[in-house]
């Protein structure tokens, strides 16, 4: 869909938008973050593009983020965006089952936003929680809606539970998690470089059991995985493109989350992740792959580790005992079984993704006509 924006100048973007607005049906979107480094950029994507209609954002304290930053954040990050007024909301601050979670550091780096100030604002989320804010937002539209998945799917396995008469309102869930030929993401040298678990995937990791759940249900599931992200490095030569391109405060705050993880950068281990999967909401080209059903592995254990974090309560937010899992296996996305088929992204075109990054950051605010 994009495509046909490339290579328009700043001013014309801002014509193309308000056009489009004017004239056109939007895709709408809701977005599930967990609000990490990567979910910065794909929340301006949605909240940006002008092909893109967000209608909430939702997030919990299960991911990167915990619950009382990212109500802070959220608002501070969409007024930098086009879709500055959309509700947004919390869920639980817990997995729905196990005892595992990002390393510190980077959840510290998720609530401070890598240091990089965003605007002030006095929004105040929902009184509702995620998932009934997830219910209320599809029982309002007339028509499909995308879910973005970009952190755990503990919300998104909570709604289905909670409201499975919904899953008719649902075009796709497009998510970033898992993977299935690369190498998993959890072992990183200065974190966690002694973990056991060689294959599963950070967004997974952290809450198996919700994965298994949502791939167990019936939704048209597209899974932006490592398989397809490892496809899209970010490096120094592409920080250095974007910054010589920045016209708008969206993409000047990107800008500096890029100058201040220039060392993440160099260590050839930062991608297009969750960003990925947002720009596949609007460009579906740039997942190709095929149709496979999947299963997530979560072997229960007697007692946890030095990678099970006590300090969860036992008790799940449904009233049971926590269980342990096995943490060399939990989390590892596994094609086969009885599940329905879902989409699995095997190829892409980085430069595309790129191009696209670059162009939708820079989209002026249609309102105000704002740029730096």
Same mark, same amino acid.
């Given at each position: !869909?994009?495509?046909? *924006?490339?290579?328009?100048?700043?001013?014309?973007?801002?014509?193309?938008?308000?056009?489009?607005?004017?004239?056109?049906?939007?895709?709408?979107?809701?977005?599930?973050?967990?609000?990490?480094?990567?979910?910065?950029?794909?929340?301006?994507?949605?909240?940006?593009?002008?092909? /893109?209609?967000?209608?909430?954002?939702?997030?919990?304290?299960? $991911?990167?983020?915990?619950?009382?930053?990212?109500?802070?954040?959220?608002?501070?990050?969409?007024?930098?965006?086009?879709?500055?007024?959309?509700?947004?909301?919390?869920?639980?601050? *817990?997995? !729905?089952?196990?005892?595992?979670? *990002?390393?510190?550091?980077?959840?510290?780096?998720?609530?401070?936003?890598?240091?990089?100030?965003?605007? =002030?604002?006095?929004?105040?989320?929902?009184?509702?929680?995620?998932?009934?804010?997830?219910?209320?937002?599809?029982? #309002?539209?007339?028509?499909?809606?995308?879910?973005?998945?970009? $952190?755990?799917?503990?919300?998104?396995?909570?709604?289905?539970?909670?409201?499975? #008469? &919904?899953?008719?309102?649902?075009?796709?869930?497009?998510?970033?998690?898992?993977?299935? &030929?690369?190498?998993?993401?959890?072992?990183?040298? $200065?974190?966690?470089?002694?973990?056991?678990?060689?294959?599963?995937?950070?967004?997974?990791?952290?809450?198996?059991?919700?994965?298994? /759940?949502?791939?167990?249900?019936?939704?048209?599931?597209?899974?932006?995985?490592?398989?397809?992200?490892?496809?899209? !490095?970010? =490096?120094?030569?592409?920080?250095?493109?974007?910054?010589?391109?920045?016209?708008?405060?969206?993409?000047?705050?990107?800008?500096?989350?890029?100058?201040?993880?220039?060392?993440?950068?160099?260590?050839? #281990?930062?991608?297009?992740?969750?960003?990925?999967?947002?720009?596949?909401?609007?460009?579906?080209?740039?997942?190709?792959?095929?149709?496979?059903?999947?299963?997530?592995?979560?072997?229960?254990?007697?007692?946890?580790?030095?990678?099970?974090?006590?300090?969860?309560?036992?008790?799940?937010?449904?009233?049971?005992?926590?269980?342990?899992?096995?943490?060399? =296996?939990?989390?590892? =996305?596994?094609?086969? $079984?009885?599940?329905?088929?879902?989409?699995?992204?095997?190829?892409?075109?980085?430069?595309?993704?790129?191009?696209?990054? /670059?162009?939708?950051?820079?989209?002026?605010?249609?309102?105000?006509?704002?740029? /730096?």
């Amino acid at each position: !869909m994009f495509q046909r *924006f490339s290579r328009l100048s700043n001013a014309s973007l801002f014509v193309v938008f308000s056009i489009f607005c004017s004239t056109a049906s939007a895709e709408k979107v809701i977005y599930d973050t967990d609000m990490g480094i990567d979910d910065w950029s794909a929340m301006l994507v949605v909240a940006n593009h002008p092909e /893109i209609e967000l209608l909430g954002v939702t997030s919990n304290g299960v $991911g990167e983020g915990h619950c009382a930053e990212n109500m802070v954040n959220i608002p501070g990050l969409l007024a930098l965006s086009n879709s500055a007024d959309v509700p947004f909301a919390c869920g639980d601050h *817990f997995p !729905m089952d196990g005892y595992f979670v *990002f390393p510190a550091p980077w959840r510290k780096q998720a609530d401070t936003l890598s240091g990089v100030p965003v605007p =002030t604002t006095d929004r105040v989320p929902t009184e509702l929680n995620s998932v009934d804010l997830i219910h209320q937002l599809l029982s #309002e539209q007339d028509e499909q809606v995308v879910l973005l998945s970009a $952190g755990s799917l503990t919300n998104i396995a909570q709604w289905l539970q909670k409201y499975p #008469e &919904d899953m008719p309102k649902v075009s796709r869930l497009v998510m970033m998690g898992g993977g299935f &030929d690369a190498p998993g993401n959890i072992i990183v040298p $200065g974190f966690t470089g002694d973990h056991p678990n060689k294959k599963a995937e950070w967004n997974i990791y952290v809450d198996a059991v919700a994965a298994d /759940i949502v791939f167990a249900s019936s939704l048209p599931v597209e899974v932006v995985g490592l398989d397809l992200t490892n496809q899209v !490095m970010v =490096t120094p030569e592409y920080a250095k493109r974007f910054k010589s391109e920045v016209k708008t405060p969206a993409a000047e705050f990107w800008d500096k989350v890029l100058d201040d993880n220039d060392w993440f950068i160099e260590s050839n #281990e930062y991608y297009f992740w969750d960003v990925l999967a947002a720009l596949v909401v609007v460009e579906p080209e740039l997942c190709q792959g095929e149709m496979q059903s999947v299963w997530v592995e979560h072997n229960k254990v007697s007692s946890g580790d030095k990678w099970a974090d006590t300090s969860i309560p036992n008790v799940t937010e449904a009233g049971i005992a926590r269980s342990h899992y096995d943490p060399a =296996t939990f989390g590892i =996305t596994r094609i086969g $079984g009885d599940n329905p088929a879902v989409k699995i992204c095997r190829h892409t075109q980085p430069q595309k993704a790129f191009d696209a990054l /670059i162009e939708i950051l820079n989209i002026q605010d249609s309102s105000n006509n704002k740029t /730096i």
